[in-house]
């Protein structure tokens, strides 16, 4: 069955996903004060990350508007579409809306959006499981309903070398990051069922927070001898590497992918941030 599946540039690849899969990816847009970023191929990212270490303000994203989703549904192929989870972004509303103009003006055709209830490399491995099964020559809705149940089950976790951006943007207490940078504390984050963010734990420094993020795994997750891990970086692929190996010393997962992240998840993550999903 010939399918296209769409994500909203959240998802991060690397250039094996990218090559494998029919993907096409709906960039967001950065803003740092008067200045817009589209977050795409041709963002240079260790520009944009010197930008926002210098910038005062918070800064701001946009989803894709409807017409960037209407032109990625074009073509004959069933489309699958993956977004940022709806209760960080208005980007699963307007994919929505997209299909439904689509459907309405140009033609019916088989879209659907999934609501990742994730980021980044969670949506990566949303998209890995939509490819996987088309493969099957299941119906569209089959893949469907066992996508829906993976998202359901799938964790995402993820641990920042520093709480500046995410106080810039407004998703924490300036005091509070002000304070625990103050105290070398480096807190694990995680996915809710419903999509929005919860701390895990805080951990005294940066060796000890790593130990922990690797033992959580353990903690959380089941059956992971049937499951892909995958590994989003911000700008330090031998700090993924690192965890990749102390991974596989404990863990015995189907497969291991590591993805670097795009402007997006770098925008909260950070420089030295790292983004796991299961």
């Known amino acids: 069955m010939p399918i296209k599946i769409v994500a909203d540039s959240s998802c991060d690849l690397n250039d094996d996903l990218r090559e494998k899969m029919n993907i096409t990816l709906v960039p967001l847009t950065l803003e740092l004060e008067d200045k817009a970023y589209i977050d795409d191929d041709n963002l240079d990212l260790k520009t944009y990350l010197k930008h926002m270490a210098e910038c005062k303000t918070s800064p701001k994203t946009a989803c894709p508007s409807p017409d960037d989703y209407i032109n990625s549904y074009k073509g004959e192929e069933s489309v699958f579409v ?14 929505e809306l997209a ?18 209830l994730s980021a980044s490399v969670g949506q990566t491995l949303v998209s890995i499981k939509i490819h996987d099964l088309a493969k099957l020559n299941i119906s569209e809705l089959e893949i469907v309903e066992k996508v829906n149940n993976y998202i359901k089950e799938m964790k995402t976790f993820f641990l920042l070398e520093s709480l500046e951006h995410l106080a810039k943007a407004g998703r ?3 005091i509070i990051a002000k304070v625990a940078s103050m105290l070398s504390i480096k807190p694990i984050m995680g996915s809710t069922d419903e999509g929005t963010i919860r701390l895990v734990e805080k951990s005294r420094g940066y060796k000890k927070a790593f130990s922990r993020f690797v033992d959580i795994i353990g903690e959380e997750g089941k059956n992971l001898e049937d499951k892909i891990l995958g590994i989003a970086h911000c700008n330090c692929l ?3 590497l690192s965890f990749k190996e102390e991974v596989l010393k404990k863990y015995n997962f189907k497969d291991i992918v590591i993805v670097d992240m795009n402007g997006l998840s770098s925008t909260y993550a950070d420089d030295g941030g790292l983004v796991i999903a299961f």
């Open 82 to 95: 993956v977004t940022l989870s709806s209760k960080l972004s208005g980007s699963y509303n307007s994919a």
């Open 99 to 116: 299909r439904n103009i689509y459907i309405d003006d140009i033609g019916n055709k088989f879209i659907h959006v999934f609501d990742s």
């Open 172 to 174: 924490l207490n300036p």
């Open 238 to 240: 031998d700090r993924a």
